[in-house]
């Protein structure tokens, strides 16, 4: 099916173990995001990419790497996991910098412990 | 202080109810104002989506935008059990060009319940 993916859905890790949560679009839109959602603070930006090769931080960067080789994916990479990064973590995308509409995936429930 | 402040409820009401949500927020740059729903152990999906200040209507909702006050509202009429469901206000400032790099910031969302 065309959209946003998310994988895997649910993860349970230890603390100080990598951990990588898979984005994948099929609209080839230009940018891409993270979120993290936490209750009390609503969805946090950790980064974006305007492109291909391009990433900035949001919010919320520290302790987390991304990269972007190719237009349709966006890998989220949590280097040695903390239990303050247990979360809801969504990945969006949109079309262009003339589009303000973010399309949301379903979600990936990370449990550190 | 957060740049965006949303009550998060939890706000239940019955069927057929007018429902009021609303945002206030500090940062003046923002231009673009927008209301997502999120259903449970769903993403958020956009609802409605305002430019600068002013009314829009779709249905049965209308988004009200009066950035003189810094101040945005959801109201949603004749309100129905599938309408359940947590609502996000956000917003984002527009560049020199008139265009934003879309870095969303959010409220904190409300959770609404409508029951039969």
């Known amino acids: 099916d065309a959209g946003i993916t998310q994988s895997p859905r649910y993860k349970i890790t230890e603390t100080g173990r990598q951990v990588t949560l898979m984005c994948h679009q099929t609209?080839?839109?230009?940018?891409m995001f993270w979120y993290r959602q936490d209750l009390g603070h609503g969805l946090r930006l950790i980064y974006y990419?305007?492109?291909?090769?391009?990433?900035d931080k949001g919010e919320v960067p520290d302790g987390y790497v991304v990269s972007r080789s190719k237009t349709e994916n966006f890998p989220l990479t949590l280097e040695s996991a903390t239990r303050s990064q247990t979360s809801v973590y969504f990945c969006?995308?949109?079309?262009?910098?003339?589009?303000?509409?973010?399309?949301f995936g379903p979600g990936t429930r990370l449990l550190v412990l | 202080q957060k740049e965006v402040e949303q009550d998060p409820g939890p706000l239940s009401v019955p069927e057929g109810a007018i429902v009021s949500l609303n945002c206030t927020y500090s940062?003046?740059?923002?231009?673009?104002f927008m209301w997502y729903r999120q259903y449970s152990r769903k993403g958020p999906e956009l609802l409605m989506y305002?430019?600068?200040?002013g009314n829009k209507e779709d249905g049965r909702f209308t988004a009200q935008v009066d950035k003189s006050s810094k101040y945005i509202s959801l109201f949603i009429r004749d309100s129905q059990p599938s309408d359940s469901a947590t609502y996000l206000c956000?917003?984002?400032?527009?560049?020199?060009?008139?265009?934003?790099?879309?870095?969303?910031?959010f409220g904190q969302g409300t959770i609404l319940t409508v029951h039969p």
């Open positions: 969006a995308s949109k079309e262009s910098s003339l589009q303000e509409t973010q399309y």
């Open positions: 609209w080839s839109h230009s940018y």
């Open positions: 990419s305007a492109a291909a090769d391009i990433t």
């Open positions: 940062n003046s740059a923002f231009q673009y």
């Open positions: 305002t430019y600068s200040s």
């Open positions: 956000a917003m984002v400032p527009s560049n020199a060009g008139g265009t934003s790099y879309g870095k969303l910031t």
